[in-house]
């Protein structure tokens, strides 16, 4: 089997360079970038300038559109279907054309990945999303998730996942994200993993016990998923453990416990000779920072007039240097109680980080987003980017499963 990607949703290219460092053979054939409503495609600009362009099977250029409207026939064939892909509501229901065929909500881009296997059939895949994917909705706990593994084992995969905390596994943020291997029954790696029981898999046998080791796991909890997809949508509701797998709609899961590793420190990311507009000079704004990191208990009215009081708990000021990284998200860098503030390592001043720096939390390269775009949006990419090691770890166990494939 040869070592062809696909990424959707390809932001600056997290996945092909988790790939690209394992020096193994892969090759990415296509990719799709496109930010709604974004006059510059500054992501699939950055992809470019790193990557190069793809073409379609047609010889045309279509990256970076809306994926929406791309024909998926003309992807070109690939081995392995990658793609971060946000958490939405995937509720779904009967189309208008048709009582046998789904409708899900406008925009709701697992349906492109959906259309995508269906027109490329790839025989393996693996897919990135927030932790919280296992628990949503909060009216209906579990269904979204319910609704993407009934997707895939109506198209023939089994499939493996687990939420993975990055700063466990050597990285230098604490970032929980859910990664999904799914792959054809019909692999010499799917027939196998029907064979075991679910607790090897969980324990040692399987693609994600390989590449983030666990300590221990819980009892495993089973359902079974309907093979309609419209009731799985209106009725399905499960508590899924942090690792799991399923088989011919069989679901099979469990909490695990991760075996820590040595996680890089924040202090060690850290750049020296910062420019001096990192650093908050106006005592104004240091009062807001304060403000905005502390502890706070706040009356509120709902808009039914019931009054309530809001919460919250202090955060770190500034971050800690002798722990990983808290999660970095897209507004990093503003005013706001989630953005780090660090004590400089040259002049212990309070600054932000620098783009350099948030490129290291996520593994990149330094200076990975220095193509031309703005700094704002170089934060951006980066809080929408997954951490790259991770990616490689599971390379490195795919590419032991592919050697074995004929």
């Not at 997809?229 to 399905?236: G, L, T």
């Not at 088989?247 to 040595?262: C, F, G, L, N």
Request: hydrophobic residues 35%; contains cysteine.
């Amino acid at each position: 089997m040869d070592k062809s990607i696909c990424e959707l949703f390809a932001g600056v290219g997290g996945f092909r360079l988790g790939f690209e460092r394992l020096e193994s053979g892969w090759e990415t054939k296509w990719f799709s970038q496109w930010e709604p409503g974004a006059k510059t495609q500054w992501a699939h600009d950055c992809y470019v300038n790193h990557f190069g362009d793809n073409q379609d099977l047609k010889g045309e250029f279509h990256t970076g559109e809306d994926i929406s409207v791309v024909n998926k026939k003309s992807i070109p064939d690939h081995s392995l279907l990658v793609g971060g892909f946000p958490c939405q509501d995937y509720s779904v229901a009967h189309s208008l054309v048709s009582s046998k065929g789904i409708e899900g909500k406008k925009g709701v881009l697992w349906w492109q990945i959906r259309d995508t296997l269906i027109a490329k059939k790839p025989p393996f895949c693996i897919f990135e999303n927030v932790d919280r994917l296992l628990k949503s909705p909060a009216k209906q706990r579990g269904r979204d998730f319910g609704v993407i593994l009934s997707c895939l084992a109506e198209l023939g995969y089994l499939v493996e996942w687990r939420v993975v905390n990055a700063a466990v596994y050597g990285a230098a943020q604490r970032r929980r994200r859910t990664f999904i291997f799914a792959y054809k029954n019909t692999t010499k790696y799917g027939k196998k993993m029907m064979k075991l029981k679910p607790e090897a898999i969980f324990e040692s046998e399987g693609m994600m016990a390989k590449a983030f080791p666990i300590s221990s796991m819980e009892n495993v909890t089973e359902t079974t998923l309907s093979k309609n997809i419209i009731e799985v949508s209106d009725d399905f509701s499960f508590a899924f453990g942090n690792s799991g797998f399923m088989k011919d709609y069989h679901i099979y899961t469990s909490k695990v416990e991760e075996v820590e590793e040595t996680p890089i420190k924040l202090g060690e990311i850290l750049e020296r000779n910062v420019d001096d507009s990192f650093f908050i000079k106006d005592e104004s704004r240091m009062a807001k920072w304060v403000y905005l990191k502390g502890a706070k208990k706040i009356q509120r009215k709902a808009a039914n007039g019931h009054e309530y009081t809001f919460s919250e708990g202090p955060v770190a000021f500034p971050d800690p240097w002798d722990r990983p990284g808290r999660t970095m998200l897209t507004s990093e860098s503003t005013l706001n109680r989630s953005t780090h503030v660090v004590a400089d390592l040259d002049s212990g001043k309070l600054r932000t980080l620098t783009p350099v720096e948030a490129e290291r939390l996520q593994g990149f390269d330094d200076d990975w987003t220095n193509t031309g775009m703005p700094q704002r949006m170089r934060f951006f990419c980066m809080g929408n980017a997954l951490v790259v090691p991770m990616i490689t770890r599971m390379g490195k166990v795919l590419d032991e499963i592919i050697s074995n494939e004929p």
